[in-house]
């Protein structure tokens, strides 16, 4: 099959306070078109900088990273990325913010915005699109990134704890709503949470990654048909795999 | 809160009474002659005999002023940009805009009167001198000193790096920029006024030196009076606008 | 007149009773009935020599001893007509600090503009009148007004023009003891101030220099005899002036304009030799100038 | 990388070689009279020749410079900090900060000398005057701009209005406190120059006016050349504290 | 028993695009001195509101917020507050972030900061206390935040989603920390999570708010003994507190 993300023994070192700091080694993360993968670790790991490396911003690294067939040390790849902060441009309201990725690739005017409506009262965002980022609680504000990450161009998103700041029930609203789009639209998806049963609930595939220096760990597909029904989380299988993943976390 | 404000709005008037009304009486009780300090009576009383020819005056430095600083206003929104842009632009320019700021005018003026003759020209051209460099200092250091966190999040999304420039950078550069633009609006009228020294035949400066050069100290003073006027207004116009380009709250 | 020529002249300060007679030709007209549309341009002090050398303006107002600066530098510049037959200037000072002749000059303080030409003038005078120079004292004032300065009792006496600030004391009420330089010696009886223009003026435009000095001879014999019009001409030109002043100041210049000359404008090469000389000689030219280059009274008495 | 960084290097030296020689060819190439501008070896060889009474009047004006940028340093900061602090003295003061930069220098400076005397004191008062006002405008535009996030923290805190001050505004306002400090250093020593005017007898104001005044044009080109160095040091001087004061990555 | 924090009829809006957006309406709580008490309920629904009228940053409000006997208006309560962003400076290292509130009140010289190093490397941080908060990652950004929270004066905590950015292990490391001094010192602490099974193991009641406009619309008591014992999430007690809140929560 062929592979979106095709990441082969990727180390990566900041220098911090004069002295090597190892944050990953030797990383090798293969990820299929079209599947949903999910990367689970200890604070500090080094997921986000994983994400940071795939999305092109770091670029001292060894290894190789190989994005849709390209390595992205020649071309930036195409990849819609939720960074972990929010990072709203606090001069725009939330419909400027969402819809900066259009504007920047030109396409605001050509696009049908009609949809935008809907996502955003989907999204709970209704009363609030003249508001500003100051004024959006920390959930909105999260709310409003995804929002933003979902119109960037690319076929891979990566998702930096996507869902932190947000409420058991908005949570699940938004997992539903990115399952759904997703199975529509079929992009690959790279997704770090601290969560494990949103980890087994949304992915094909998980992965798990050892303290700093971050090394991959553990690696299990996750055997659930889709569409997925919520229910599954009370089949034993679910079970066993979230004890197989805690103990790889060592929980 | 209401009331603090208002007596906050009030500050400056009070202030500015209490200071013509001191004024006043010190000359009288000193009996200070005219010509060292006239008192603000008699600069009013200046002011309003020389009001027509003061006007005229006016209207050639106004027009200086206006012309410069929106010369200057446009040429440093450009040179910032290309310099932030182009680093190499950046490196040769910089020094040569500091070293336009540090030749005296007064060796300037004579030059500038050779190169660019006695029309508005040169005038203009001073008044840009001294108004660009704040603008440009402040807009690029503005410009520069930005977290790159939001310049990474639009490289991510493919940004080019003038869309990065624009889309980013410059909103957060706004309140540099401005006190860039309030130290030259301080300026430009001043400049203007320094900027007839290349030779003029009206303007606030022509009136200066003439005025100072009859020992006419009172209409002396008047035309400082307006200089001042006109400076104010500049500033407040650039403090204005900068409350609504910048959505902020205000901390002062 | 759309066909006139376009002729600029460059002033050496504010517009004064020095220049009447260029606003009395440009106002009267005297300058249009030769062709020429005159702009009188007021400059930063001490640059219209340059100005005129480089060609931006025509003519200009300069002083004998600035020319024999320019020429000493190989400024090709040169003076058409002393505007004042004497020099004017001299030692001013309030009458209670009784500073009569340049003997008295010993241990007061003298506020000058920081010129080392004022210290050797101030030495030789004082060396003259058989006073000690070592006495002199100089406190650099720059460019303050003569009242402002004598009020702070920190200068006793400083060097102004008779004809201006002279009557604005007289104005005032204000008395002063006034020694005048070139009546206490000779050498400093140079002409100030002059009518300049560039030596390539005279050798490819001479016509135009011709009708220029022509128009400007006639302004100021008006000013010579009608005093009292010409400074209202003065003031309609130039209303910022002090009305009282430029009239006083006019009444008085009409009899130095000419003086004992023979014709309104003559230059005498004794006088420039004399002064060059001095200049020399003091060190503040490195050679010697050909005084009969620096002036010409050619384009007078036409 | 590496390389890069290099031709940035050279880029000035290169950019000035350059120049320097286009200058000298064409004063050679249009025998452009030395009183008009002299060649870059004429005033090279005016510098040799005037240069210890060239660094003798060097040495005054530094003097003056030095004092006044100090002084004016301390003035704003404090300036600065108590109008922060105490919003009626903003308003009050404010208005008159502005004031004393529009009534023009050449009105100022007699007066100052009158007021304040014939020694170093007014000189060092006109460089404090040209110097505190960027200095001050930059300094309080980054000490109001700030966002009031961090302020709620420390109001929480229960920090004083002082601490929140020290701790937060100001080192939040360093990149604008920074930008008034380089455009009053390209400023200073001009300033200086024009303060020798109300009556010095050293300075590197003196020697331009007496280059002037006799016609040296070379030797006023020295003048100015020196000026041109001493203020480019100055700037640079501050734009290498500011990096390290400000822990950023550079965008420049 | 004495009341740390006494709210009573609380409303509180918000002016947005002209409009008047109510936030809280008629909110009640009373927490008595020494509880652990959680406050859940959906994103922007005020949570974050209700924490920073109580910490006397919000002045516009009706109703009355006493703490510890004084009503906030009058004078500003000591209380430690940890707010939802984590508001590191930026030019501050670690150490010197952590130590502000010391700094602030005078008594970084007089206090033993031996005691810090131990805490600095139970939280994980001891290579980092040299770090600036731009190299560390999300989850060490909100440890350090947390840090510099216990050391603020009051006694009363406000910990507004401490933990949201935390893997499995850390956060359970850090409860038990939490637990472990909130026992030694019995601070009243007010926890907001979304987290409906941290609430229960945590608290000695949980607060369950409605969507915007927030009102309490739910408060119960936990009736687990102390010190807790992780163990307690498999009782049926523990299930049937989650079921309640969740039904409370809609979820
Ligand atoms: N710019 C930087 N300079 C130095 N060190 C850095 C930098 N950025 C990250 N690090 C270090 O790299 C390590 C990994 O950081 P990263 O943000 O990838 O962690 P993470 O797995 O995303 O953790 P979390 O779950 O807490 O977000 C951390 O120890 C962090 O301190
Ligand atoms: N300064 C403000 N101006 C206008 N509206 C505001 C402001 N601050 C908050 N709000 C609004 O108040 C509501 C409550 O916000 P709050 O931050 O209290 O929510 P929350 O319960 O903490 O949510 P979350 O769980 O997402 O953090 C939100 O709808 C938000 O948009
Ligand atoms: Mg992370
Ligand atoms: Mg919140």
Redesign the interface.
């Known amino acids: 099959m062929e592979l979106a993300v095709d990441i082969v023994n990727l180390c990566k070192s900041f220098t911090l306070n004069n002295k090597e700091l190892k944050v990953l080694e030797n990383v090798n993360l293969q990820a299929e078109a079209g599947k949903f993968i999910s990367i689970i670790g200890p604070s500090g790991c080094g997921k986000s900088t994983l994400f940071r490396t795939i999305a092109g911003l770091e670029k001292e690294y060894t290894g190789s990273v190989i994005v849709n067939g390209n390595d992205i040390r020649q071309s930036r790849p195409y990849i819609a990325y939720m960074l972990q902060k929010d990072l709203l441009l606090p001069w725009r309201n939330v419909r400027k913010n969402i819809v900066l990725p259009l504007e920047l690739s030109g396409k605001l005017k050509n696009t049908d915005t009609g949809f935008l409506e809907k996502m955003i009262s989907e999204f709970g965002l209704e009363d609030f699109v003249e508001a500003y980022p100051d004024e959006l609680s920390g959930g909105m504000r999260q709310r409003v990134a995804l929002l933003r990450t979902w119109l960037m161009e690319g076929s891979i998103m990566l998702l930096d704890e996507p869902f932190g700041a947000l409420d058991a029930l908005t949570r699940k609203n938004i997992q539903d709503w990115l399952l759904e789009i997703w199975e529509k639209h079929r992009k690959t998806v790279l997704f770090i949470t601290h969560d494990i049963e949103e980890a087994i609930y949304l992915s094909d595939e998980v992965y798990v990654m050892s303290p700093r220096p971050g090394k991959i760990i553990e690696n299990i597909n996750i055997n659930f048909g889709r569409p997925r029904r919520r229910d599954i989380v009370y089949t034993s299988l679910f079970i066993d795999y979230k004890r197989w993943l805690m103990s790889a976390l060592q929980v | 809160m209401k009331k603090f404000i208002n007596t906050g709005k009030l500050s400056l008037p009070i202030s500015f009474a209490v200071l013509i009304i001191a004024w006043e009486s010190l000359v009288y009780v000193l009996k200070t002659p005219d010509y060292l300090i006239p008192a603000p009576s008699a600069v009013l009383q200046a002011l309003i005999e020389s009001f027509p020819v003061l006007m005229r005056h006016t209207a050639v430095t106004l027009l200086e002023v206006i012309l410069g600083f929106i010369t200057a206003l446009i040429l440093s929104v450009v040179m910032s940009l290309l310099m932030v842009r182009i680093k190499v632009l950046y490196q040769i320019l910089w020094p040569y805009m500091i070293i336009s700021q540090t030749v005296p005018l007064y060796i300037l003026a004579p030059l500038f009167m050779i190169w660019f003759g006695f029309g508005i020209l040169p005038k203009v051209l001073i008044v840009v001198l001294v108004c660009f460099f704040p603008i440009t200092v402040g807009f690029v250091q503005g410009l520069t000193s930005t977290e790159p966190e939001l310049d990474e999040l639009l490289q991510v999304m493919r940004a080019t790096p003038s869309q990065i420039l624009w889309k980013v950078r410059v909103p957060q550069a706004m309140p540099q920029f401005f006190s860039g633009l309030k130290i030259a609006a301080a300026y430009s009228v001043t400049g203007a006024v320094l900027s007839e020294w290349v030779g003029a035949q009206e303007g606030l400066g022509i009136f200066l030196t003439r005025s100072m050069k009859t020992f006419k100290t009172a209409a002396l003073f008047a035309d400082v009076l307006i200089i001042i006027v006109l400076s104010l207004l500049l500033f407040y116009i650039i403090s204005h606008l900068e409350k609504k380009v910048i959505r902020r709250r205000s901390l002062l | 007149q759309a066909d006139d020529l376009k002729v600029?002249i460059?002033l050496d300060?504010?517009?004064?009773t020095n220049h009447t007679g260029l606003y009395v030709a440009l106002s009267k007209g005297y300058f249009a009935e030769e062709g020429l549309d005159v702009?009188?341009?007021?400059?930063?002090e001490?640059?219209a020599?340059?100005?005129v050398?480089?060609g931006?303006?025509q003519f200009g107002i300069g002083y004998q001893e600035?020319v024999t600066?320019?020429r000493?530098?190989?400024?090709p510049i040169i003076s058409l007509a002393a505007v004042i037959q004497h020099n004017t200037s001299g030692f001013a000072s309030l009458a209670e600090k009784e500073i009569t002749s340049p003997k008295d000059f010993e241990n007061k303080k003298y506020?000058g503009?920081?010129?080392?030409i004022e210290e050797a003038t101030l030495r030789y005078l004082m060396e003259q009148e058989g006073a000690d120079p070592e006495k002199l004292q100089i406190?650099?004032?720059?460019?303050?007004?003569f009242?402002?300065?004598s009020?702070?009792g920190?200068v006793d006496y400083a060097w102004i023009f008779e004809g201006w600030t002279g009557i604005?004391a007289r104005l005032?009420g204000i008395e002063l003891n006034y020694i005048e330089l070139g009546k206490v010696a000779e050498v400093f009886d140079y002409y100030t101030p002059v009518i300049i223009t560039s030596e390539k003026m005279i050798d490819e435009n001479r016509e135009l220099v011709q009708k220029f000095m022509k128009a400007v001879e006639r302004g100021y014999k008006f000013c010579i005899e009608n005093p009292e019009e010409a400074a209202e001409i003065l003031l309609k030109n130039?209303?910022?002036?002090?009305r009282e002043?430029?009239i006083e100041s006019q009444k008085y210049l009409a009899e130095k304009y000419q003086d004992d000359a023979e014709y309104w404008g003559l230059q005498k090469q004794e006088v420039w030799e004399r002064y060059m000389q001095w200049l020399f000689e003091n060190g503040?030219i490195a050679e010697q100038v050909d005084v009969t280059k620096a002036f010409t009274n050619e384009f007078l008495n036409q």
């Open positions: 600029t460059v300060w504010t517009p004064n702009t009188i341009i007021q400059p930063q001490g640059t020599e340059q100005i050398a480089s931006s303006a600035s600066f320019a000493a530098e190989g400024i506020g503009w920081g010129s080392p406190v650099t004032t720059g460019d303050a007004d009242f402002q300065m009020s702070t920190e604005e005032r130039v209303p910022e002036l002090d002043l430029v503040f």
